[in-house]
């Protein structure tokens, strides 16, 4: 099977032109992702991982802050994103299931009950 490829994303990977129309995970989800794999990346590395914009990531951050997914506070010259395993999925067709279980199942981690996950 052949696949034609589009044109480059943010991080300059040639993105499969099948996967450009729609994805498993919605952007939302990646940035969370990216963040609790790796709770030192820069906007500009969180942008490049999730291939999207650092304006889309900016904007992704301040709607997953406003629901209360994470929060961030200035560490220095950085941010530092807190990642709330607690909160629960806004959809109505999910009750009951939180961050915590999701996450465990998509990184392979068991965050334990009261564990926050913070980074630099």
Request: hydrophobic residues 35%; charged residues 20%.
């Amino acid at each position: 099977m052949t696949t034609a490829v589009s044109s480059a994303g943010p991080a300059g990977d040639a993105i499969p032109t099948p996967w450009r129309r729609w994805g498993f995970l919605s952007s939302h989800a990646r940035v969370l992702l990216a963040i609790v794999g790796n709770p030192d990346l820069r906007l500009r590395d969180v942008a490049a991982a999730c291939h999207i914009t650092e304006r889309t990531t900016q904007s992704i951050i301040t709607d997953l802050e406003q629901a209360d997914y994470l929060s961030r506070e200035r560490a220095g010259r950085r941010t530092q994103y807190t990642v709330n395993l607690d909160a629960t999925p806004r959809h109505p067709a999910e009750p009951g299931l939180s961050d915590r279980a999701l996450l465990c199942v998509l990184t392979n981690h068991a965050p334990q009950e009261g564990d926050t996950h913070t980074g630099r």
